[in-house]
């Protein structure tokens, strides 16, 4: 694989630009030509130059190809490309203040959550920073976002991958992502996902990036949350509540967490009363989903009443809460089971092309 230029901030594209002999406006020229999603090979640049870039950094690091459209409420989901032939997925839903695009930040996911889907083939590799801005980039120019009216104005690393496995990568995304003069997208309207990884929840909160950090409970003690999530063996709720603690401390900004509601493990109303008393006080907001139910995994969703029932005992007991909708359920709205399902889709045909049944070569 070639090198990515979607990788670099502008002070190295400025120096790249400068190395090549280039007059200096050329780097802010292919700073707004990449904003727009532009590939290299069509920015308006002297002929011998882009093909100076071409022989050194990729074309098109990311490219869809696949998008799926919900019936149900507008939500679409793609399917991406990279240079390397491995794919990856991301989805945009449409909310009333603007349209969250949700990204991936590695290629399958090492943490083994036992509802994920991303998981299902362990982790093939991290994503570099332009991959990562590379799937934003690209939805953004299919969406026709210009540069006074962007089309993704929202981004949540929830896609597949743990972003905190994928440090150096996912912060320098978010600093070029919000870079002024480029993306620009403005902190607050990110918001990072994380299983629980301590340590660089602890080192995050002096990166000086300000967005809404989200923390992936599940469960409501360390015995029922290690059942569901393994990563559970390495950090305690006790120690990712301390984490939360010391995030607000040193950036004043109020964490969320996600719960998803699993049928028989984590959402009878004893344990809704034991998640308000371990939240109680905090400047924290509960974000409930009833479990997307994958097909290769065994565990169920919780039901709508009983999810109803799990949220007024939360708000009840004073915890600010909110039962997200399901976005997209009817393609697959759930991380990683676009990309689980092409690449069996891929497998099969593959099988067929060459007549056998052995699906592990
Ligand atoms: N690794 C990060 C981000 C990716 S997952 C993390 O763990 O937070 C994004 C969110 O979707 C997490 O809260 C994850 O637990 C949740 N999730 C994954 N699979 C799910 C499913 N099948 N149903 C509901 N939520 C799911």
Request: proline letters at 2%; hydrophobic letters at 35%.
């Amino acid at each position: 694989m070639k090198e990515i230029i979607q990788d670099l901030s502008f002070g190295e594209l400025k120096t790249l630009v400068a190395a090549c002999g280039e007059k200096p406006f050329r780097a802010q020229q292919i700073r707004e030509g990449l904003v727009l999603g532009r590939k290299i090979s069509e920015l308006p640049l002297p002929k011998s130059f882009r093909a100076q870039l071409l022989d050194r950094f990729e074309d098109e690091p990311v490219r869809i190809v696949k998008t799926l459209v919900s019936a149900e409420d507008g939500t679409k989901k793609f399917l991406f490309r990279l240079a390397d032939g491995n794919l990856i997925e991301g989805v945009l839903m449409r909310y009333r203040y603007g349209n969250t695009q949700c990204v991936s930040t590695q290629v399958g996911c090492r943490m083994g959550c036992k509802f994920c889907a991303s998981t299902l083939g362990g982790l093939i590799r991290n994503l570099t920073a332009g991959e990562i801005l590379g799937q934003i980039l690209c939805v953004n120019r299919e969406e026709g976002g210009t540069n006074s009216r962007r089309a993704v104005t929202n981004a949540v690393l929830m896609g597949s991958g743990e972003p905190f496995d994928n440090y150096d990568h996912v912060v320098k995304f978010l600093r070029n992502l919000t870079a002024e003069g480029g993306f620009c997208m403005s902190a607050r309207n990110v918001s990072l996902s994380t299983c629980g990884l301590v340590p660089q929840m602890r080192r995050f909160a002096s990166e000086g990036i300000p967005l809404t950090l989200t923390v992936s409970l599940h469960a409501v003690t360390d015995k029922e949350r290690i059942r569901t999530m393994p990563v559970s063996a390495a950090y305690s709720i006790d120690q990712i509540l301390q984490a939360c603690a010391y995030y607000f401390e040193k950036t004043g900004r109020r964490y969320i967490f996600e719960y998803s509601l699993i049928a028989g493990e984590n959402s009878d109303e004893a344990h809704a009363t034991a998640l308000a008393e371990l939240l109680s006080g905090k400047p924290c907001h509960v974000n409930l989903i009833r479990l997307n139910e994958v097909s290769e995994r065994t565990l169920k969703a919780t039901s709508e009443r009983e999810a109803h029932r799990f949220l007024e005992i939360l708000k009840h007991r004073g915890i600010s809460a909110t039962l997200r909708r399901s976005m997209g359920s009817d393609i697959g709205g759930a991380c990683g089971q676009l990309r689980a399902s092409c690449i069996a889709q891929a497998m099969r045909d593959k099988n067929e092309n060459e007549g056998e049944n052995d699906v592990t070569n």
